[in-house]
Protein backbone atom coordinates (compact mmCIF):
# COMPACT_ATOMS: atom_id res chain seq x y z
CA UNK A 1 0.00 0.00 0.00
CA UNK A 2 1.22 3.68 -0.55
CA UNK A 3 -0.85 6.17 1.71
CA UNK A 4 2.03 8.80 2.06
CA UNK A 5 5.05 10.00 -0.05
CA UNK A 6 7.16 13.04 -0.36
CA UNK A 7 9.49 15.43 -2.18
CA UNK A 8 11.26 18.22 -2.47
CA UNK A 9 13.22 21.10 -4.53
CA UNK A 10 15.41 18.79 -6.46
CA UNK A 11 12.79 16.44 -6.93
CA UNK A 12 10.67 19.01 -8.59
CA UNK A 13 13.69 20.98 -10.53
CA UNK A 14 14.16 16.76 -12.18
CA UNK A 15 10.72 16.00 -12.75
CA UNK A 16 10.38 20.00 -14.27
CA UNK A 17 13.62 18.69 -17.12
CA UNK A 18 11.10 15.66 -17.84
CA UNK A 19 8.56 17.27 -18.82
CA UNK A 20 7.12 19.44 -22.08
CA UNK A 21 4.43 21.77 -20.00
CA UNK A 22 4.16 22.41 -16.02
CA UNK A 23 0.75 22.89 -14.52
CA UNK A 24 1.74 22.14 -11.12
CA UNK A 25 2.91 24.99 -8.94
CA UNK A 26 5.19 23.63 -5.86
CA UNK A 27 5.66 25.44 -2.52
CA UNK A 28 9.61 25.12 -1.89
CA UNK A 29 10.79 22.83 0.98
CA UNK A 30 10.26 19.54 1.03
CA UNK A 31 6.25 18.26 1.72
CA UNK A 32 4.42 15.51 2.34
CA UNK A 33 1.46 14.27 0.17
CA UNK A 34 -1.52 12.63 1.92
CA UNK A 35 -4.56 10.93 0.11
CA UNK A 36 -7.60 13.85 -0.83
CA UNK A 37 -4.62 15.87 -1.86
CA UNK A 38 -4.52 17.85 -5.10
CA UNK A 39 -0.56 15.33 -5.82
CA UNK A 40 1.46 16.12 -8.99
CA UNK A 41 0.75 14.32 -11.78
CA UNK A 42 2.72 13.11 -15.23
CA UNK A 43 0.37 12.67 -17.79
CA UNK A 44 0.09 13.21 -21.39
CA UNK A 45 -1.84 16.17 -22.58
CA UNK A 46 -2.08 17.56 -26.27
CA UNK A 47 1.68 14.83 -27.12
CA UNK A 48 3.10 16.73 -24.26
CA UNK A 49 4.45 14.99 -21.26
CA UNK A 50 2.54 17.56 -18.64
CA UNK A 51 3.13 17.82 -14.94
CA UNK A 52 -0.78 18.84 -13.24
CA UNK A 53 -2.33 18.40 -9.86
CA UNK A 54 -4.74 15.46 -9.52
CA UNK A 55 -6.68 14.71 -6.01
CA UNK A 56 -5.23 11.74 -4.91
CA UNK A 57 -7.97 8.87 -5.01
CA UNK A 58 -10.79 7.79 -6.67
CA UNK A 59 -13.83 8.72 -5.30
CA UNK A 60 -16.41 5.84 -4.43
CA UNK A 61 -19.64 6.30 -5.97
CA UNK A 62 -21.24 4.84 -3.16
CA UNK A 63 -20.03 6.67 -0.04
CA UNK A 64 -17.46 9.45 0.40
CA UNK A 65 -14.31 6.94 0.66
CA UNK A 66 -11.24 6.99 -1.49
CA UNK A 67 -9.74 4.04 -3.72
CA UNK A 68 -5.90 6.03 -3.04
CA UNK A 69 -4.31 2.21 -4.38
CA UNK A 70 -5.20 -0.23 -7.41
CA UNK A 71 -3.27 -3.65 -7.06
CA UNK A 72 -1.59 -4.44 -10.09
CA UNK A 73 -2.90 -7.83 -10.25
CA UNK A 74 -6.61 -6.87 -10.85
CA UNK A 75 -5.77 -3.78 -12.39
CA UNK A 76 -7.03 -4.76 -15.69
CA UNK A 77 -10.19 -6.94 -14.10
CA UNK A 78 -11.88 -4.75 -12.11
CA UNK A 79 -14.27 -1.83 -13.81
CA UNK A 80 -13.44 0.75 -11.55
CA UNK A 81 -9.50 0.81 -13.48
CA UNK A 82 -10.04 -1.26 -16.36
CA UNK A 83 -10.78 1.66 -18.81
CA UNK A 84 -8.48 4.18 -17.04
CA UNK A 85 -5.52 1.56 -17.21
CA UNK A 86 -5.63 1.41 -21.38
CA UNK A 87 -5.76 5.04 -21.87
CA UNK A 88 -5.44 7.14 -18.72
CA UNK A 89 -1.73 6.21 -17.58
CA UNK A 90 0.43 8.66 -15.76
CA UNK A 91 3.33 8.90 -13.38
CA UNK A 92 3.56 9.99 -9.84
CA UNK A 93 6.67 11.22 -9.19
CA UNK A 94 8.00 11.28 -5.79
CA UNK A 95 11.60 11.46 -3.70
CA UNK A 96 10.51 8.79 -1.92
CA UNK A 97 7.26 6.86 0.25
CA UNK A 98 6.43 5.78 3.65
CA UNK A 99 5.28 2.88 5.13
CA UNK A 100 5.02 2.00 9.29
CA UNK A 101 6.10 -1.09 10.41
CA UNK A 102 4.61 -3.07 13.01
CA UNK A 103 6.37 -1.02 16.01
CA UNK A 104 4.97 2.11 14.53
CA UNK A 105 8.26 3.60 13.56
CA UNK A 106 7.82 5.74 10.26
CA UNK A 107 10.20 4.44 7.25
CA UNK A 108 11.17 5.95 3.97
CA UNK A 109 11.59 4.60 0.73
CA UNK A 110 14.17 6.22 -2.03
CA UNK A 111 15.44 4.75 -5.36
CA UNK A 112 19.15 3.68 -5.50
CA UNK A 113 19.95 4.21 -8.84
CA UNK A 114 17.85 7.33 -9.74
CA UNK A 115 16.88 10.79 -7.61
CA UNK A 116 13.47 10.69 -8.57
CA UNK A 117 10.54 7.29 -8.00
CA UNK A 118 8.38 7.02 -10.56
CA UNK A 119 5.07 5.48 -9.48
CA UNK A 120 2.67 4.14 -11.36
CA UNK A 121 -1.00 5.39 -11.48
CA UNK A 122 -3.80 5.78 -13.61
CA UNK A 123 -6.12 9.03 -13.28
CA UNK A 124 -9.82 9.73 -14.09
CA UNK A 125 -9.80 12.64 -16.68
CA UNK A 126 -13.33 13.43 -16.08
CA UNK A 127 -12.86 14.06 -11.94
CA UNK A 128 -9.04 15.02 -12.08
CA UNK A 129 -8.31 12.21 -9.57
CA UNK A 130 -5.67 9.70 -9.72
CA UNK A 131 -4.74 6.21 -7.70
CA UNK A 132 -1.38 4.96 -7.29
CA UNK A 133 -1.04 1.43 -8.50
CA UNK A 134 0.42 -1.04 -6.11
CA UNK A 135 2.41 -4.43 -6.53
CA UNK A 136 3.71 -7.26 -4.45
CA UNK A 137 6.62 -5.95 -1.86
CA UNK A 138 9.76 -6.53 -3.41
CA UNK A 139 12.89 -7.83 -1.38
CA UNK A 140 13.82 -4.37 0.71
CA UNK A 141 10.03 -3.94 1.57
CA UNK A 142 9.16 -7.69 2.41
CA UNK A 143 9.55 -7.20 5.95
CA UNK A 144 7.97 -3.92 6.55
CA UNK A 145 4.65 -4.58 4.00
CA UNK A 146 2.97 -6.66 1.79
CA UNK A 147 2.86 -4.20 -0.96
CA UNK A 148 4.65 -1.24 -2.16
CA UNK A 149 4.21 1.32 -5.65
CA UNK A 150 4.48 -0.04 -8.77
CA UNK A 151 7.86 2.20 -9.68
CA UNK A 152 8.89 2.62 -13.02
CA UNK A 153 12.02 2.61 -14.57
CA UNK A 154 13.09 6.24 -16.17
CA UNK A 155 14.23 4.53 -19.04
CA UNK A 156 10.42 2.85 -19.71
CA UNK A 157 8.78 6.11 -18.83
CA UNK A 158 7.58 6.53 -22.58
CA UNK A 159 6.55 3.11 -23.11
CA UNK A 160 4.62 3.45 -19.85
CA UNK A 161 2.47 6.56 -20.63
CA UNK A 162 2.01 5.98 -24.55
CA UNK A 163 2.20 2.12 -25.24
CA UNK A 164 -0.99 -0.35 -24.41
CA UNK A 165 1.91 -2.58 -26.05
CA UNK A 166 3.49 -3.16 -22.80
CA UNK A 167 0.91 -2.62 -20.32
CA UNK A 168 0.78 -6.43 -19.28
CA UNK A 169 4.84 -6.76 -18.45
CA UNK A 170 4.70 -3.64 -16.69
CA UNK A 171 1.96 -4.68 -14.30
CA UNK A 172 4.12 -7.76 -13.49
CA UNK A 173 7.32 -5.50 -12.66
CA UNK A 174 9.28 -6.26 -9.59
CA UNK A 175 10.47 -2.80 -8.76
CA UNK A 176 14.41 -2.39 -7.88
CA UNK A 177 15.48 -2.50 -4.34
CA UNK A 178 15.48 0.74 -2.36
CA UNK A 179 17.25 2.68 -0.15
CA UNK A 180 15.83 2.52 4.04
CA UNK A 181 16.33 5.99 4.49
CA UNK A 182 14.45 6.64 7.72
CA UNK A 183 12.76 5.33 11.03
CA UNK A 184 11.15 7.26 13.38
CA UNK A 185 7.88 6.83 15.30
CA UNK A 186 4.92 9.15 14.34
CA UNK A 187 2.84 8.74 17.48
CA UNK A 188 -0.10 10.72 16.01
CA UNK A 189 -1.35 8.46 13.46
CA UNK A 190 -1.71 5.62 16.31
CA UNK A 191 -2.91 7.60 19.19
Same mark, same amino acid.
Given at each position: ????????????????????????????????????????????????????????????????? =??????????????????????????????????????????????????? =???????????????????????????????????????? =???????????????????????????????? =???
Amino acid at each position: MCGRYYFDGETYTLIKSIVQDNQYEYDEGERDFFPSQDIPVIIVKNEHLTLVPLKWGYTMKQNSS =LVINARCETLLEKRMFAADAKTHRCIVPAKGFYEWDSHKNKISFEPKQHAI =LLMAGIYRETQNEVTIITTKANQTMQGIHSRMPLVIPQSD =LHKWLYDNQYLESFLSLVPDELNIISGQIQQS =LFD
